[in-house]
């Protein structure tokens, strides 16, 4: 009785206030505990409803794949707290089957919220693989595809910078050695060749 007494107080400790009144004419402790689950626990259903929604919409979008990640798991992290794996008691390998199973999904949600035009082919290279690798392992081979793709975006700016300045300069030496007319400023013929100073040839116009 002593600790059915303590468990009580625990219980108006912890709850709504405005819940007091609802639970206050309870002779023990484990009324109050019933009742609340019975009103409460449809509550749980509505949560893991909106998590599994979430879940599915989670996308990269302009996320790095860090936070992507990040805001996934979270997401698995909370609904798995509403729901949990039974536990096995038969000695079979049941239980590790399902753990498997829950993983394999996880990676799947994960390489579907991917960015299509940046992870299209490191996608196709774990999915591939027989078995499909961990989540950990997915997740490194995805962060190291990110990495080298913002590698080659520092380098190609450079290389486009230094092919324009190499084909400025080789026109600019390609025009410095054309001679260059000081009468009529065209190229290719120097002033005493320049024809309206030395009259045009009888072709000139056929």
């Given at each position: ?13 912890v709850?709504?206030k405005?819940?007091h ?7 023990i402790a ?10 409460y ?5 509505i ?38 794996l ?26 579907m919220?991917l ?30 595809e ?5 590698f080659?975006q ?17 026109q600019?030496r ?9 009468h ?9 060749q ?11 116009d056929?």
């Open positions: 009785e002593k600790c059915d007494s303590m468990v009580m107080a625990w219980l108006y400790n709850i709504d405005a819940l009144g609802s639970v206050a004419y309870a002779n484990r009324e109050v505990w019933i009742d609340l689950e019975e009103r626990s449809q509550r749980n259903s949560r893991i409803h909106q998590l599994k929604r979430e879940m599915s919409l989670v996308g990269q979008e302009k996320l790095s794949v860090t936070e992507y990640f990040s805001k996934l798991k979270s997401v698995w992290d909370e609904l798995g707290t509403y729901q949990v039974p536990a096995c008691s038969c000695n079979c390998k049941c239980g590790k089957a399902m753990t498997s199973m829950l993983e394999q999904e996880k990676v799947h949600q994960f390489l919220g960015d299509n035009k940046k992870f299209n082919t490191v996608r196709s290279n774990i999915l591939s693989q027989e078995p499909l690798p961990s989540l950990n392992k997915a997740y490194a081979a995805v962060i190291r990110e990495s080298q793709l913002q080659t520092l380098i190609e700016p450079r290389n486009t910078i230094e092919r324009a300045a190499f084909k400025a300069a080789s600019n390609s025009s410095s050695n054309r001679p260059k007319c000081s009529c400023q065209k190229l290719r013929h120097e002033q005493h320049c024809y309206e100073l030395v009259r045009y040839p009888p072709w000139w056929d």
